[in-house]
C-alpha cells in the first residue's frame, strides 16, 4: 500500500510505504498519535524531516526577501542634476529648450512665476520646493502627461511632493477660472 502525504491543500512529493506486514484502517491511523512513529519506516521519517526542514528554510527565505527593501534603506532619488537644477538650466539654457519642455517661452514663464507669487501668494514650500520648480512641475506633467512616478524621476522629489504640487496648482486654476467668471 502507497500513500501520499498531504500539507494542506497540495500533496507533498513523498511517497510513503508502511512497514511490511503491517495494516491497519485508515480510520485508526489517522487518529492514532503515534501515527509517524507506528506505522512509518526509519527512511520515511527521515524524509519527512528533511522535506519539513527544506519547506521551512524556504519560508525563512521568503520572510527575508520580502523585508529586505524595509530593512537596508536606500534613497531613491539619486541622481546629481536636482529638479531645481533642472529647472535652473532651462532658464538659463538656449530658449527653445523651456519652450520644448514646459510649453512656455522664457519671458512668459517668468511672468508666471512672478504672477504665482505676488498675485498667488505661492512661496518656497516647506520641502524646499522652489516657485520655479513648483510651476515647472505642473507645466511639465501638462506637457508630457506623465504620472506623478516619473515626475518624481524626473524632479528627483518623493510622489507626494509632486501630487501636493500638482494639486496645488488644479486649485489655483480652478479659483481663477471661478473668479474670473
Known amino acids: 500500500m502507497r500513500m501520499w502525504l498531504h500539507s494542506h491543500h497540495m500533496p507533498s512529493m513523498i511517497s510513503v510505504t508502511p512497514k511490511k506486514g503491517f495494516t491497519v484502517d485508515l480510520i485508526d491511523m489517522i487518529d492514532s498519535k503515534n501515527f509517524l512513529n507506528t506505522m512509518l519506516s526509519e527512511d520515511a521519517k527521515k524524509k519527512i524531516i528533511t522535506a519539513t526542514a527544506y519547506f521551512t528554510h524556504l ?91 516619473h515626475l518624481g524621476e524626473r524632479f528627483q522629489r518623493s510622489n507626494e511632493t509632486i501630487s501636493k504640487c500638482v494639486l496645488l496648482f488644479f486649485r489655483l486654476l480652478i479659483t481663477h477660472i471661478v473668479i474670473l467668471q
Open 59 to 149: 519560508i525563512g527565505i521568503a520572510a527575508v526577501l520580502y523585508m529586505e527593501p524595509n530593512y537596508w534603506k536606500q534613497p531613491y532619488h539619486t541622481s546629481a542634476l536636482s529638479g531645481e537644477a533642472w529647472v535652473q538650466e532651462l532658464i538659463r539654457g538656449h530658449p527653445d529648450r523651456i519652450f520644448n519642455e514646459l510649453g512656455m517661452r522664457l519671458h512668459v514663464f517668468l511672468a508666471f512665476v512672478s504672477h504665482l507669487q505676488l498675485v498667488c501668494g505661492i512661496q518656497t514650500s516647506k520641502n524646499g520646493v522652489t516657485v520655479e520648480e513648483q510651476a515647472a512641475i505642473f507645466l511639465y506633467a501638462c506637457v508630457t502627461g506623465l504620472s506623478v512616478r
